[in-house]
């Protein structure tokens, strides 16, 4: 089982940016994705970013050009930036094992608003 623990959440501006990470400890095999996903109320969790092997990358139509998804060791970042008030929602971090498992994180709040 992976542990994922966010941070970087918090309360911006329209037009600001922020950075998530998302710490993982355990075992990452190259072939497994890591990625974001996002959470309103009374709305399904959403596919923010992913990436997998080779550092290839996907995004949700709604943040292309907006938002980058990257990895450094064990940590993911999710750099957001031209925040709108609709990017508003709880982020999730997520692994998902090649060889089986999926796991999340508690989550961290983004609020975009004036």
């Known amino acids: 089982q992976v542990q994922l623990v966010e941070s970087g959440g918090g309360l911006v501006q329209p037009g600001g940016s922020l950075r998530l990470s998302c710490a993982a400890s355990g075992t990452i095999f190259r072939l497994d994705t890591m990625g974001w996903y996002r959470q309103t109320p009374g709305k399904r969790r959403e596919l923010v970013a992913t990436?997998?092997?080779?550092?290839s990358t996907k995004y949700a139509d709604s943040v292309k050009g907006r938002f980058t998804i990257y990895n450094a060791e064990k940590t993911v970042y999710l750099q957001m930036n031209s925040l709108k008030p609709e990017d508003t929602a709880v982020y999730y971090c997520?692994?998902?094992?090649?060889?089986?498992?999926?796991?999340w994180g508690q989550g961290t709040q983004v609020t975009v608003s004036s």
């Open positions: 997520n692994h998902a094992g090649y060889y089986g498992g999926n796991d």
């Open positions: 990436i997998g092997t080779g550092g």
